[in-house]
């Protein structure tokens, strides 16, 4: 069910991976196999932050993996991404998201926006294996960001941050944190702007860790600051931009997200094909019965869409025309595909795919956040249907 | 990884795209109604290579690739799905088979009038009694001499009330099952060959479809398609090739009331704003943008495998499966959409929808698509 490998051509559509792009996504599965998921369920259940694997994601340098290599990053394209987004979060949604936060919503912002200065300062530490956080969500502000009432006032040299996000991945493990604030209440939003602050600044405290449905060993907290000083020089972009910013860069984290949720959908295909080839039923392997195949041929054909829209999305070029337009589609697509993937895999494996022994009952917990988070499916199809009604 | 298509298949998708909306979409309607087969528009479409758009020039063809057969394909059906079917049929059924398994007589004698669209093929496997379950067919060939003797019925012939040649699946022993299907190339006008009305449908009403009954009817073994015993294997061949060019046809049905709707909302008013400031229907339009997406990827992607692997029936069932399951929820919408004018024959909405369903259907069933998904995916991986 992966793609083939094939010489490209030089012209025209080509649906194959590079070499590159397949020693990439062999390397990760290997590991993901290997040495995350062993303890994946022990880890699910104490909700246990996976260190030492994400040390070694670090080490293999897939945490800040887009970055230029100038600033110490590997200058990885966003299909090469997806790809490692897919691997880790189809033995392990928790690292997808870690890794994904870290690569897409943190890095990304800061090397596409951030001065020179600020690049060579904070983004050697996140290539290297440091975690990234991003703080725009607030508990009035969910879908409605650009209504966000974090305020940052300029104090001499430095910005004073003061208010509450929540829902933020990686809280407390972040070495630095994107976060968006008011910097003019009268402009709207036009009056928000963009700060990498340091994980360990002062005034900022990590609120108690969240009970989440799923994605257990990622760590989620809401963050609060209170008179927390920011230097000047780590504004991103210009003061103002920050909505600008924080939109673009959840058009390219969309795809992260889908290549979570298409890793997800790839691994409740793979199990509801090995429980029912395994499953004995009025005598034989349940595998044999059609209303099992036709619903594996089902979650089998989605699969495929949803690859066929995220490497899609995800090999465009950035920023292009339709770019947003695509991200949202794949996100969109590909997440409701998951869940309902999830769901069909769980029917299949029946009363034992409602018991936690089973990898099926995890993902089922671990799926839903995708058609939430980054966007929720609903702001997916506005997105889209402005692009669409905006032509 | 690049889905972005070359300068020549942008220029083949404009010059096709011109002619469906100078030539071939002003008569959809009209032929809809009234059933009539667009026999001119085939000769027009010959002309310009598309009656054998990947069959290769030497025998009349335009030589073109897999992608570009899509191109066509998705281009006509989006101005008339009956013409998208009749030169679907044209290309995947009867001329693929006869340049993959045809002897270089037939390749000059049958291949090439039917590339150049001088002559129409049509495909005649289905029969009464013999549906999804192929291989149960009936038809009989029995060896006389230089020639068979062909007797059976065979039912649902997409072009058969005007083809000149047709692509028929015959036993020479039933007791082998699909082992004894042979294939045959016959011309119409061979005594024993009769054909029935034009089938009145629900869509693609214009394309042709009719009984062929066969009564002693003498073939040369000349023209047998490959050996005794391949027909089978010829005809799974062909459909895994039908099946993407079945899957195009259902992107452009579904692109085209796509289209209508996303028009339609932008000039109906009601409660005093556009249709399309409502945002339960921009919902639907993003649903149906980013599946009529997923639906063409899946097709370009089993296009692009057939030209670079050995089996693609896998993605072309996948195709198959998800394009016809969209064009029908597309359609569905977009009539929505339009609300009570969708439902008259005012708008062309209407015939989409009707033309959409067919798709579910016909080259392999959504249940037939889901068995070959399921074999491939549970047994061979």
Not at chain 1, 17 to 37: G, H, K, N, P, Y
Not at chain 2, 100 to 119: C, N
Request: proline share 3%; with cysteine.
């Amino acid at each position: 069910m992966t793609t083939a490998t094939l010489p490209s051509t030089d012209e025209g559509i080509d649906f194959a991976l590079s070499e590159d792009q397949e020693l990439v996504r062999e390397t990760v599965r290997r590991f993901a196999e290997e040495r995350i998921a062993p303890g994946e369920a022990e880890r699910d259940r104490a909700h246990e932050v996976p260190t030492e694997i994400l040390a070694e994601l670090g080490e293999l340098g897939l945490l800040g993996m887009m970055v230029g290599e100038d600033y110490g990053g590997g200058g990885s394209d966003p299909l090469t991404y997806a790809l490692v987004i897919e691997e880790l979060s189809r033995l392990s949604p928790s690292v997808g998201v870690m890794a994904s936060v870290t690569n897409s919503v943190c890095c990304w912002p800061i090397d596409r926006f951030g001065s020179d200065e600020l690049k060579r300062r904070v983004l050697p530490a996140l290539a290297g294996g440091a975690l990234g956080g991003f703080a725009l969500t607030e508990p009035g502000a969910g879908s409605d960001a650009g209504s966000l009432a974090t305020r940052a006032v300029r104090n001499g040299d430095a910005w004073v941050l003061d208010g509450e996000k929540a829902w933020i991945t990686n809280a407390g493990l972040a070495r630095w944190y994107v976060v968006l604030a008011r910097t003019d209440p009268s402009a709207g939003k036009r009056g928000i702007s963009a700060f990498v602050v340091a994980g360990d600044s002062p005034g900022l405290a990590v609120g108690a860790r969240e009970e989440k449905v799923g994605l257990r060993s990622s760590p989620t907290s809401g963050l609060t600051f209170t008179g927390c000083r920011v230097p000047a020089a780590n504004l991103l972009g210009e003061e103002g931009e920050g909505l600008k910013i924080a939109l673009a860069t959840l058009d390219h984290s969309r795809i992260g997200v889908a290549a979570q949720a298409l890793g997800i959908h790839q691994r409740a295909v793979e199990l509801a094909i090995a429980y029912a080839r395994d499953r004995v039923q009025f005598g034989v392997p349940i595998a044999q019965h059609q209303a099992i195949r036709f619903q594996i041929a089902e979650i089998a054909t989605t699969l495929a869409a949803s690859r066929a829209l995220t490497y899609h999305a995800a090999s465009v070029p950035e920023g292009g025309k339709e770019a947003g337009r695509l991200a949202s589609q794949a996100k969109l697509y590909a997440s409701e595909a998951a869940n309902r993937a999830v769901w069909v895999s769980q029917q299949i494996h029946g009363g034992n795919g409602y018991s936690e022994e089973y990898e099926i009952a995890r993902l089922y917990r671990d799926v839903r956040v995708t058609t939430i988070y980054e966007g929720t499916s609903e702001m997916q199809r506005l997105v889209i249907a402005r692009k669409l009604l905006s032509r | 990884m690049r889905i972005e298509l070359s300068e020549e298949q942008k220029l083949l998708q404009e010059t096709v795209r011109r002619f469906a909306e100078e030539v071939v979409r002003p008569r959809a309607s009209e032929i809809d109604e009234s059933g009539e087969f667009p026999r001119e528009f085939f000769a027009q479409a010959g002309e310009l290579g598309l009656a054998g758009v990947a069959v290769p020039e030497e025998y009349g063809g335009a030589g073109m690739d897999a992608v570009s057969y899509c191109l066509v394909i998705e281009e006509i059906s989006r101005a008339c799905a009956s013409s998208g079917v009749i030169l679907s049929v044209n290309n995947s059924l009867v001329c693929d088979p006869i340049v993959k398994f045809g002897s270089e007589e037939q390749k000059r004698e049958v291949l090439t009038p039917l590339a150049q669209g001088k002559k129409l093929g049509c495909f005649a496997l289905t029969e009464p009694g013999a549906g999804s379950d192929a291989a149960a067919l009936r038809t009989t060939a029995r060896r006389e001499g230089e020639d068979y003797v062909l007797d059976g019925n065979k039912l649902f012939i997409t072009n058969g009330t005007e083809a000149d040649v047709a692509l028929v699946f015959a036993t020479v022993n039933r007791d082998l099952r699909h082992k004894g299907i042979t294939a045959f190339l016959v011309d119409s006008d061979t005594p024993g060959y009769s054909r029935g009305g034009h089938e009145i449908k629900l869509g693609v009403n214009a394309s042709g479809t009719t009984e062929l009954s066969f009564q002693d009817m003498r073939v040369p073994a000349s023209r047998r398609l490959g050996e005794e015993g391949d027909g089978f294997k010829i005809a799974m061949a062909a459909l895994d090739g039908g099946r993407v060019g079945i899957a195009a046809q259902a992107v452009g049905i579904a692109q085209a009331a796509f289209e209508a709707a996303l028009a339609y909302v932008q000039e109906r008013e009601q409660f005093g704003k556009p249709l399309a400031a409502l945002q339960a229907v921009q919902f639907y339009l993003a649903d149906m943008s980013t599946e009529i997406d997923a639906g063409r990827l899946l097709t370009w992607k089993a296009a692009w495998a057939k030209m670079h692997q050995k089996r693609y029936s896998l993605e072309a069932a996948q195709a198959k499966l998800y394009t016809s399951e969209m064009a029908q929820r597309v359609t569905s919408k977009a009539l929505q959409l339009h609300g009570g004018y969708g439902y008259t024959r005012e708008y062309n909405v209407e015939r989409y929808f009707r033309d959409a369903r067919i798709t579910e259907i016909y080259e392999g069933t959504t249940e037939i698509q889901k068995m070959v998904v399921a074999d491939w995916v549970i047994n061979r991986t």
